[in-house]
T-cell receptor, first 114, second 114 residues
Framework: DAGVIQSPRHEVTEMGQEVTLRCKPI?????LFWYRQTMMRGLELLIY????????DSGMPEDRFSAKMPNASFSTLKIQPSEPRDSAVYFC????????????FGPGTRLTVL | EDKVVQSPLSLVVHEGDTVTLNCSYE??????LLWYKQEKKAPTFLFML????IEKKSGRLSSILDKKELFSILNITATQTGDSAVYLC??????????????FGKGTHLIIQP
């Protein structure tokens, strides 16, 4: 199995630019989660989807952040415009419908905003 | 105010020592508590705990939950250098259906010295 796939693995951009992070969950999984990890705040849940529908986006820091899940096999997290404080590792995780106790994490995208 | 608090924040011990990591929580509709190990990549799942007083074991690692006092501990016996990692505690709450997101603590950074 390929596992959760995230791209890019690393991105360095200048502030003000638009950033799009991509995630492909494990086939058959019906829930998808976006997390952000920083040294200061640890691991934070940003948003999660169940059956492609956003369930809770209360963790999204501000309007510059948006996430979509147009189908069961793809999700994006977009930051526009990006700021240096957005620099972090962004993880995507997915969960199968009958195994709710385990989240399968992707390798993460390390974002640096200069 | 943090809902999930881990202690200590960091810990340095010698190989062979036993360590105990703590996680206390304060949530409204507790469902489960999870422990993860994170090295220089995405967190890997260790345990999920839902019932008080039932110890879960996996090799040298074990964990137990106290739902009355609202805390959990993760024990590692006969530590090895490969145990060096950040150990994350996360709490899941009921939200009425579907897979729920998690609230993470900031982690305990464990360093095992040879």
């Amino acid at each position: 199995d390929a596992g959760v796939i995230q791209s890019p693995r690393h991105e360095v951009t200048e502030m003000g630019q638009e950033v799009t992070l991509r995630c492909k969950p494990i086939s058959g999984h019906n829930s998808l989660f976006w997390y952000r990890q920083t040294m200061m705040r640890g691991l934070e849940l940003l948003i999660y989807f169940n059956n492609n529908v956003p369930i809770d986006d209360s963790g999204m820091p501000e309007d510059r952040f948006s996430a979509k899940m147009p189908n069961a096999s793809f999700s994006t997290l977009k930051i526009q415009p990006s700021e240096p404080r957005d620099s972090a590792v962004y993880f995507c995780a997915s969960t199968p419908p009958k195994e709710r106790d385990t989240q399968y994490f992707g390798p993460g995208t390390r974002l640096t905003v200069l | 105010e943090d809902k999930v608090v881990q202690s200590p924040l960091s810990l340095v011990v010698h190989e062979g020592d036993t360590v105990t990591l703590n996680c206390s929580y304060e949530v409204t509709n507790f469902r489960s508590l999870l422990w993860y190990k994170q090295e220089k990549k995405a967190p890997t799942f260790l345990f999920m705990l839902t019932s008080s007083g039932i110890e879960k074991k996996s090799g040298r690692l074990s964990s137990i939950l106290d739902k009355k006092e609202l805390f959990s501990i993760l024990n590692i016996t006969a530590t090895q250098t490969g145990d060096s990692a950040v150990y994350l505690c996360a709490v899941e709450e009921y939200s009425g259906g579907g897979a729920d997101g998690l609230t993470f603590g900031k982690g305990t950074h464990l360093i095992i010295q040879p």
